[in-house]
């Protein structure tokens, strides 16, 4: 009998507790539609990030149309916004969950001016100063693009924009082509340049765990391990994507203050950033969370073999 009421019990806290989500959802919703964007941005990001809500195709679209109102109307100006990114990264990840397509139409169609916005940006950065960023962008669009046409040739546009790198390489280096550091469009494949945000002294990037949910982490070369925050350990943990036959160990941390912390340390099948792909990577799951619980470390940096950040333009430089 008491087991049973256990249960029951445990049943109702789950119910509420997805009720509480849902409710919150709609919170978020009635601040973005009364123009409050930053309320609406923090409870999207908790919302985005909770076990019960984060698998809902809802809560990718409406964080999809909050950070492009963030991009278009405060950040429009940054050719690199962290706003747009957000916003494009959101609209596809509902693309996934949304089985059904109900709203792949209207996705698809933010997908796109975000995508040219940020080809414009591209092509208004092939100056001696910018070209690194048109670079950068040139490359984002193409993969957006691949997202959501699969079939899409990019072959014309990547010579017309190869010509224009060219010339602008020509004004830097002149005709000495030994100086022209720019890749060609026929080994730009094998460096790969993953877009880094500043914060502090530390840089942030973006990465895929087991192609579901795209995280930012901070890179840190200290770090032996990746780390991965408490909530998105449970998250993975109940929807299979870790598994017993996953983990590892308990070992003690020391952390950078001279702390330490026990941590559960694990196998991650996967992790993708851009193009590049890492698989079975070596993390850990603090104990006690911490205000870095989400770190890229060496045992992921280490697989790459050669690689370098431009802290002039916040890229980190894979070279395979």
């Known amino acids: 009998m008491n087991k049973k009421l256990s249960i029951l019990t445990l049943l109702v806290v789950l119910v509420n507790i997805s009720l509480c989500q849902k409710n919150k959802l709609t919170e978020t919703l009635r601040y973005y ?18 076990s019960e809500t984060i698998w809902d195709a809802n809560t990718w679209y409406y964080r999809g149309y909050i950070y492009k109102d963030l991009y278009t109307q405060r950040d ?9 990114t957000e916003a494009v990264n959101s609209f ?3 693309m996934e969950l949304d089985t059904y397509a109900k709203l792949r139409e209207n996705v698809v169609k933010n997908i796109n001016y975000l995508a040219v916005t940020i080809y414009n940006d591209a092509a208004t950065s092939i100056n001696a100063e910018e070209y690194r960023i048109a670079i950068v962008n040139f490359d984002l ?12 040739s990019f072959y014309e546009l990547d010579k017309k924009f190869q010509i224009a790198m060219d010339s602008i390489s020509i004004k830097i280096y002149g005709n000495d082509s030994s100086k022209i550091y720019i890749p060609k469009t026929n080994t730009r494949s094998f460096e ?10 530390s840089f942030k990037l973006r990465a ?8 930012d982490f901070i890179l840190d070369t200290g770090a032996d391990n990746v780390v991965i925050s408490p909530d998105v350990f449970i998250t993975y943990w109940k929807a299979g994507e870790i598994k017993k036959s996953d983990i590892l160990e308990w070992v003690e941390f020391s952390i950078a203050d001279g702390s330490t912390a ?3 340390k694990f196998i991650i099948k996967k992790i ?6 890492v698989e079975n990577v070596i993390a850990s799951v603090l104990k006690t969370p911490n205000d870095y619980d989400m770190l890229l470390g060496m045992s992921v940096l280490e697989r790459f073999g050669k690689y370098t950040i431009d802290h002039t333009n916040n890229v980190l430089i894979i070279n395979r």
């Open 141 to 152: 669009y193409k993969k957006i693009m691949h997202k959501i046409e699969p079939e899409k």
């Open 208 to 215: 895929t765990v087991n192609d579901k949910l795209t995280f």
């Open 192 to 201: 790969t340049r993953i877009p880094l945000e500043k914060i502090g002294k």
């Open 92 to 94: 596809l990840k509902q």
């Open 33 to 50: 539609q009364s123009g409050n964007l930053d309320i609406a941005k923090t409870l999207i990001d908790e919302v985005s990030k909770h």
């Open 262 to 264: 026990i941590g559960l």
């Open 272 to 277: 993708t950033m851009e193009d590049i792909t």
């Open 76 to 84: 429009k100006a940054n050719k690199q916004s962290p706003f747009r």
